[in-house]
């Protein structure tokens, strides 16, 4: 676990020069701070940086009270603005609880970054070298933990994060999808045409009953000549038939 904060510079900020007003606003900011009221404490350091918003002080107790209240990111900010000062003691501090903030969001890389500018200024800080040899190990462990390409795919044109190939994944399968669908469309159509074709065929192939074949046509034509040939037997018999002359009684 990483090594104290710095809160020594809130005391400073009560001062004469800065004003009544703004003294008494980061006095009651403090007593809330120090009453674990953080939310209440920001109120407070709040309405003084609205009096003397060039006071990089104010913003060293803003990230103090953000830091307190695990508004990490929050707290990283505020201490940025703190460190426009030449004030080298509050550089320092603003630095190593910049390191905490980085340190508490697993950012490790930038941890090292602000322990190491402590150690700058004030090379016999001993809290500081040991978040900082933390802060080393935890980035060593968090490398070794992670699978090996897993942040970023890298070619020799361009790098591609996971989200990156997430996303390109995604739209291969969308478009693939889509293909799969005109292709079975397709095919239905075209199932559906060669259907069409071979009822068409099988039409065709049917007799239409009001039709006569050439079949039914000769068989009815010779039963036609088979009619008249008896009917001109019939007529021969009835003729010979009519002359003839039997004997008379």
């Not at 404490?41 to 990230?63: C, D, K, M, S, V």
């Not at 060593?140 to 591609?160: A, F, L, Y």
């Not at 000549?225 to 003839?244: A, F, L």
Request: proline share 3%.
């Amino acid at each position: 676990m990483i090594k104290r904060l710095a809160f020594s510079v809130l005391l400073l900020l009560v001062s004469p020069a800065l004003g009544a007003s703004v003294s008494s606003l980061i006095d009651k900011g403090n007593e809330a701070f120090d009453a674990g009221e953080y939310s209440k404490a920001l109120e407070f350091y709040h309405e003084a940086e609205i009096e003397r918003p060039e006071t990089p002080e104010i913003y060293f107790n803003q990230g103090n009270a953000l830091l307190k209240s695990g508004k990490y990111e929050e707290a990283v900010e505020k201490y940025n603005h703190a460190l426009n000062t030449e004030n080298v003691d509050l550089q320092a501090n603003a630095y190593f609880n910049q390191g905490s903030g980085y340190f508490l969001q697993s950012a490790y890389d930038k941890a090292i970054n602000s322990f190491e500018r402590v150690l700058e200024i004030n090379p016999d800080d001993m809290d500081a070298k040991y978040n900082l040899e933390l802060a080393r190990n935890s980035l060593r462990e968090q490398m070794e933990r992670q699978p090996k390409g897993q942040n970023q795919q890298c070619d020799k044109e361009n790098c591609q994060d996971p989200q990156h190939n997430h996303d390109q994944e995604q739209q291969e399968q969308k478009q693939m999808k889509e293909e799969q669908a005109q292709q079975k469309e397709s095919g239905e159509e075209g199932d559906k045409n060669e259907e069409q074709e071979k009822q068409q065929a099988q039409e065709q192939q049917e007799v239409d009953p009001n039709e006569m074949s050439k079949e039914d046509a000769l068989r009815i034509l010779r039963a036609l000549e088979e009619d008249e040939k008896k009917n001109q037997e019939n007529k021969k018999q009835m003729k010979i038939r009519s002359n003839y002359r039997g004997k008379d009684w």
